[in-house]
């Protein structure tokens, strides 16, 4: 549930073709991660070989380590779980600490990961998961179900620790840990995503000497204590973070000895620079061009990978920023809370340009919140629902709201004042500012000003409600609940400008109480046929507007690095996954441990893995904190 880069893990983030997430199963459910079972289950999870090009060159060598560098184009928000929303941030915490179910890299379908089984009383209202006894925190200390119990438990009471995933606790009644190895969870009222909480657990006999959750941002003692399977151990602001291998972790160490994800600000730079060697993966922002992926594909030593995008691109409207007991803050244009404006505004917009000409066909139209990697929520909307391109009907949409033309063309209200709107896009990605030019065109020609504000840190303006739009865009989970309920009005801020996990500022009664119905619905296609009523309803209310799906474009140096895996197994995606498997499951070129000729990824690539590893997130700053559009980590 990334951001976007933001928003979305900011966030997550954002799957697979034909097949969502299905909601939470009752009853008994057994996975004993530390058998043979889950050995099976994990090496059936490794994507499909990527036949890179014949190795040129080895992978960084740094005393003997070996080192897997990712360019990124965003900057570390924060380091703490509890506040952390931006892609890049909750993808470090992936690889820092264990959540307590994980989705499988095949399928998306739950895996142990802190948990090894879990069970739902039959009312729904109460679940035990036992936690395994083979996991310890980096510090030697051991890895009990009172961690988890007392990360849900500082989330349900401190707003500030619920920043980034409370959406995940607001219905929990009681979390307690009878036992080292047992939790129990109860509820308020049944929730389907029991087996999708992401929220990672962190170690309590650390945390608990935290005093203020909302300044703590975990950046000044290393190593910091983790039991995922890195450590990280150095962090420069806007430079660096750096993490080793966890040796002891349960499912195995990483085969590299270093990871490093570099921020570039400019991302030809970044192209560049997997061109001469220098960094061993680009994941764009957050994807390449198509202009660079044609290129980077006739390059010899690099491998492009392309699948369905768990992203969406859109529009997003600021309906009037306030807080949750409907405090006004912000500068918002007061004609977009007239949704004759805003229809009029979308129906000015060509999408199959955007995706012909922006996206050069590397991505599909976009209609509905879900996008249609994830087919159990995928929703379109009705052949009279959908908004088509007719600016005609624009036009006649903004005379009817009283927005007509002046002498010079221009729209004005009542009050004579322009028509004249900012959009806020981020300044590292090529596709806000190429969709911005085209609706500066399509806007200006029904007699609308747009200004496309792009900055390095669209995080400020965004949380304080001085927007008129923006560009958007989250990561998508297989269970989409996170990035629904960061448009409920229980996600709106407490007081004005401050952080909240609020997307747009969205409060709608209707929307509210569809999310209450699907988030207690356990039969999976009701339940998904409530996710689709939310998205028509997201739809039509005109507050958003997603104008494209994005594949996924990355690039790597295959003579670094001999398999990888991806996620899903069929045209996945390497960066931003919903766990930590492309990563953690890495084989150097030279290392020998994955197939012959296999590569990309074999069951072979995880077979015993020992390392460690480091991340970087360059020199150059961005303040990325929400980053929409380019996570549901939330993810």
């Avoid at 805003?342 to 955007?354: G, N």
């Avoid at 911005?436 to 065109?441: A, D, I, R, S, T």
Wanted: contains cysteine; proline residues 6%; charged residues 25%.
């Amino acid at each position: 549930m990334d951001r976007p880069e933001q928003h979305g893990s900011s966030s997550i983030p954002p799957a697979r073709p034909g097949r969502g997430k299905a909601p939470r199963r009752s009853g008994r459910l057994r996975l004993l991660a530390a058998s043979g079972l889950a050995a099976m289950s994990l090496t059936a999870g490794l994507a499909t070989p990527l036949n890179p090009a014949p190795h040129e060159a080895r992978a960084a060598d740094d005393g003997g380590k070996k080192t897997l560098t990712v360019a990124v184009a965003q900057s570390v928000d924060s380091l703490s779980p509890f506040l952390a929303q931006s892609l890049v941030s909750t993808s470090i915490h992936r690889l820092m600490y264990d959540f307590l179910t994980n989705y499988s890299a095949k399928d998306n379908s739950t895996v142990p990961a802190m948990a090894t089984e879990w069970e739902s009383s039959e009312d729904k209202l109460t679940w035990t998961f036992e936690i395994r006894d083979d996991a310890q925190w980096s510090d030697g200390e051991k890895v009990t179900a009172e961690d988890a119990a007392w990360t849900f438990n500082t989330m349900m009471e401190d707003g500030a620790a619920a920043t980034a995933n409370g959406s995940f606790t607001n219905n929990f009644k009681k979390v307690t840990a009878p036992s080292a190895d047992k939790l129990v969870v109860e509820l308020k009222k049944p929730q389907a995503t029991m087996t999708a909480l992401d929220v990672p657990i962190v170690p309590k006999h650390v945390w608990e000497k935290v005093d203020d959750f909302s300044k703590f941002n975990n950046d000044q003692d290393f190593p910091i204590v983790g039991n995922g399977p890195f450590v990280l151990t150095e962090y420069k602001r806007d430079s660096y973070v750096k993490l080793t291998a966890n040796k002891d972790y349960w499912r195995g160490a990483p085969k590299f000895d270093e990871l490093v994800f570099r921020y570039y600000k400019d991302q030809d730079a970044a192209v560049a620079a997997l061109r001469k060697g220098e960094v061993s993966f680009a994941a764009g922002s957050p994807n390449l061009t198509p202009a660079q992926a044609a290129s980077l594909a006739k390059t010899d030593g690099i491998k492009v990978n392309e699948g369905p995008g768990r992203r969406f691109f859109a529009l997003a409207v600021n309906p009037g920023a306030r807080t949750k007991d409907g405090e006004e803050f912000g500068d918002g244009h007061p004609a977009l809370k007239d949704a004759k404006v805003r229809e009029a505004l979308f129906t000015a917009v060509d999408r199959k340009t955007i995706v012909d000409r922006v996206f050069q066909g590397k991505a599909v139209e976009g209609e509905g919140y879900v996008p249609p990697r994830f087919g159990d929520y995928f929703w379109k909307p009705s052949a009279g629902q959908k908004r088509a391109y007719d600016p005609a009907k624009a036009a006649k949409l903004l005379d009817d709201a009283g927005y007509e033309k002046n002498a010079d063309g221009k729209r004005a209200g009542k009050d004579g004042e322009p028509l004249d709107f900012r959009i806020l896009c981020h300044a590292t990605d090529p596709n806000d500012k190429a969709v911005g030019k085209y609706l500066q065109e399509w806007w200006g020609e029904l007699g609308i000003g747009l200004k496309v504000d792009c900055r390095d840190n669209v995080s400020d303006p965004w949380s304080a409600g001085e927007y008129d739009l923006a560009f958007d865009g989250w990561s998508v989970n297989p269970d989409p609940d996170f990035v629904l309920g960061i448009h409920t009005c229980a996600a709106l801020p407490d007081k004005p400008k401050e952080s909240s996990s609020t997307d747009n500022f969205i409060c709608d009664k209707e929307f509210d109480k569809l999310y209450g119905q699907q988030l207690a619905e356990y039969d999976p296609a009701k339940r998904a046929d409530l996710v689709k009523q939310m998205q028509s309803r997201l739809y039509d209310s005109g507050y958003m507007n997603v104008l494209a799906y994005p594949n996924a474009v990355e690039a790597y140096r295959s003579d670094q690095i001999e398999s990888i895996t991806t996620m899903p197994e069929d045209a996945g995606n390497i960066y931003g996954q919903d766990g930590y498997w492309s990563w953690w499951s890495a084989v150097p070129a030279d290392d020998g441990t994955a197939s012959e000729g296999s590569g990309g990824v074999s069951t072979g690539a995880v077979a015993g893995i020992g390392a460690a590893a480091v991340l970087v997130i360059g020199a150059a700053v961005l303040f990325a904190v929400r980053r929409r559009a380019t996570s549901e980590d939330r993810e």
